[in-house]
Nanobody, 123 residues
């Protein structure tokens, strides 16, 4: 079964850190670009970060630049999103998406999507 599964969400205080994982099964992540997205209730989905399969180039939304870091471990077939200096406005469900084409990932129309992991930043 081809799928991606997110994990690592939870409750953290403002200023804290979390590391989200996006694990692939049924296919090899090496050849796929991966994106992290988030969507709060009643709001449009927002692209947070993505990483290219071809050269490992990374991209970040302005709202998370300098605080979040995306990385991949092809040996573990997993992509990570390290989130530091978390703010209450980072609270929402985070999704990862995979596609062989980076442009498709950026456009939010990737082939494979996970079910999401909840991140809550609150004191």
């Amino acid at each position: 079964q081809v799928q991606v599964v997110e994990s690592g969400g939870g409750l953290v205080q403002p200023g804290g850190s979390l590391r989200l994982s996006c694990a692939a099964s049924g296919f090899t992540l090496d050849y796929y670009s991966i994106g992290w997205f988030r969507q709060a209730p009643g709001k449009e989905r927002e692209g947070v970060s993505c990483i290219s399969s071809s050269d490992g180039s990374t991209y970040y939304a302005d709202s998370v630049k300098g605080r979040f870091t995306i990385s991949r471990d092809n040996a573990k077939n997993t992509v990570y999103l390290q989130m530091n200096s978390l703010k209450p406005e980072d609270t929402t469900v985070y999704y990862c998406a995979a596609d062989a084409d980076l442009g498709t990932v950026v456009a939010g129309t990737a082939d494979y999507w996970g079910q999401g992991t909840q991140v809550t930043v609150s004191s």
